[in-house]
C-alpha cells in the first residue's frame, strides 16, 4: 500500500506556471507503481491529465495538456512531478496524484482504463484570467 502527499497547488495568472509535487510514503517500494495526475473541477467529472510508467521512459498525456505540461518521477525520492506551462483559466481544478501497482497491471493498462487504485487528497490550481 501506497500514501501520497500532493503539493505546489496555488493561485496563478494565465500563462504562468506551476510545479506540483507528490511525495510517496517512505516505506513504499516506489519504482513498482505506475503514477499519474489527474484533476477534478466543480461540477466536472475527474480528467486524467498525465501518467508515467515505473521507470520514467514512457509518458501519456490527456490532448488539453500535451505541450503544456510535463509528467517526471525522481524514484530516488518517491516523489512525482507535474511541470505546468503556458496556464489557462480551464486548468482550475484540484489535482490528485494517483499510483497504480505495476507489478499487477502494465502501466499502460492503468492509464487506458484510469484505474489507479490509489490517491493522494489533492492540491489545488486556479488560474486567474
Known amino acids: 500500500q501506497v500514501q501520497l502527499v500532493e503539493s505546489g497547488g496555488g493561485s496563478v495568472q494565465a500563462g504562468g506556471s506551476l510545479r506540483l509535487s507528490c511525495v510517496a510514503s517512505a516505506y513504499t517500494r516506489y519504482t513498482s507503481y505506475c503514477m499519474a495526475w489527474f484533476r477534478q473541477a466543480p461540477g466536472k467529472d475527474r480528467e486524467a491529465v498525465a501518467g508515467?510508467?515505473?521507470?520514467?521512459?514512457?509518458?501519456y498525456y490527456s490532448d488539453s495538456v500535451k505541450g503544456r505540461f510535463a509528467i517526471s518521477r525522481d524514484n530516488a525520492k518517491n516523489t512525482l512531478y507535474l511541470q505546468m506551462n503556458s496556464l489557462k483559466p480551464e486548468d482550475t481544478a484540484m489535482y490528485y496524484c494517483?499510483?497504480?501497482?505495476?507489478?499487477?497491471?502494465?502501466?499502460?493498462?492503468?492509464?487506458?482504463?484510469?484505474?489507479?487504485?490509489?490517491w493522494g487528497q489533492g492540491t489545488q490550481v486556479t488560474v486567474s484570467a
Open positions: 508515467i510508467n515505473t521507470s520514467d521512459d514512457s509518458t
Open positions: 494517483a499510483a497504480g501497482l505495476g507489478s499487477v497491471l502494465p502501466c499502460s493498462y492503468y492509464w487506458r482504463q484510469r484505474t489507479y487504485g490509489y
